[in-house]
């Protein structure tokens, strides 16, 4: 890292909240086996006229940590709120609003990157929810953003209106919601929300896979809070570790040491996953996760076709075994 960037030891590491993959099992095995990790965030909890949370959406927040955001998903305020008060009752001090959630299920209900199609609704809603009559028992709100939705052309006009509200944080996915995966982030878009946003509550999202890409965007933008990684992580779960520490994966993938490590984090995780749920949904949630582990294996096609053939947790954890 540069002279330049005299934030870095400082920066924040967040575990991006991916709905089915960082539970709340996996954060708490997770936590166990690897160090570098700042905040983390539930997979959105879906805040409607019920007025209650799912079972599954409960379990995310039971177990309180004070490094833990629990994150809502609505298109209205009223819902918001509710939610947020909800789990302030819980201890929580913050809770993040989802403006980037891009499937076609939530946005066509102007929900997740649905948000940003017409800003003059998220305009009423950031209004009620900062400024209503109930905005003094709120916990505080951080937001998480995609840069548009058809285009990253729409990010200063959204980082325009985010500038006005007292977020805590506001984390940017720089793609549109039509990008979804697609393309790369564009650090343009980010760049809006770096000229119109207080640096210190600025997280960056997207493609941080190694301490070469946390660099290049720490080095791009000194003084942002921190860098926010989902995929990234899953494929290296040292990752968090590597960026604070700024030593790069070595060239052959994991060491014999760091092996042993994944190796007792999987098992717990499927015992976990086994228990809680069933040996056949732990194995799909383990099946899951290796789509997004695979990357770090790129020499070892037959050990991962293995791996998602698998048909029991035995047969599972020998295919695991064998890759580690
Ligand atoms: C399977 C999956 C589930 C996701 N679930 C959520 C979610 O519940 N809430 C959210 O804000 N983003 C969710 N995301 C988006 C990620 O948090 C993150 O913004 C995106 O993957 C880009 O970051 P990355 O390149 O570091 O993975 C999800 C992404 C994936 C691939």
């Not at 575990?15 to 959105?44: L, N, Q």
């Not at 959406?57 to 509710?82: G, M, R």
């Not at 506001?170 to 878009?189: C, E, F, G, M, W």
């Not at 493609?207 to 990234?232: N, Q, Y």
Request: proline residues 4%; contains cysteine.
């Amino acid at each position: 890292m540069t002279e330049g960037n005299k934030t870095e030891n400082r920066i924040s590491i967040e575990m991006a909240p991916m709905e089915g993959i960082t539970t709340a099992t996996f954060r708490r095995v997770y936590a166990k086996w690897f160090a570098g990790v700042d905040r983390m965030y539930t997979p959105f909890l879906a805040a409607n006229q019920t007025h209650k949370f799912k079972t599954r959406e409960k379990k995310e927040t039971e177990q309180y940590s004070p490094d833990l955001v629990p994150q809502i998903l609505t298109d209205k305020a009223e819902h918001f709120i509710w939610a947020a008060k909800e789990l302030k009752l819980l201890g929580y001090t913050e809770v993040n609003l989802n403006a980037g959630c891009p499937s076609a299920t939530v946005t066509i209900k102007k929900k997740g990157a649905g948000m940003l199609r017409d800003l003059a609704a998220m305009r009423s809603f950031l209004d009620i929810i900062f400024g209503g009559d109930e905005a003094g028992d709120m916990p505080e709100i951080s937001i998480k953003t995609r840069a548009g939705v058809s285009s990253c052309d729409e990010a200063d006009e959204i980082a325009v209106l985010y500038s006005g509200y007292p977020f805590s944080a506001i984390i940017v996915h720089p793609r549109s919601r039509d990008d979804q995966y697609d393309n790369t982030p564009d650090l343009k878009a980010f760049g809006a929300f770096y000229e119109r946003i207080s640096h210190d509550r600025l997280v960056f999202n997207g493609d941080i896979r190694s301490v070469k890409d946390a660099e290049k965007i720490l080095d791009h933008f000194p003084g942002i809070r921190g860098i926010m990684t989902g995929r990234g992580l899953l494929a290296d779960p040292f990752l968090p570790e590597r960026i604070r520490s700024r030593e790069s994966m070595g060239d052959v993938g994991f060491s014999d040491r760091e092996k042993a490590i994944v190796h007792g984090f999987l098992t717990e995780l499927y015992d976990e996953y086994e228990r809680d749920l069933s040996e056949g949904t732990a194995l799909l949630k383990m099946k899951d996760l290796w789509n997004f582990m695979a990357v770090s294996f790129p020499d070892s096609e037959k050990k991962l076709k293995a791996i998602r053939k698998a048909r029991s947790g035995l047969e599972y954890k020998a295919a695991v075994k064998s890759i580690l």
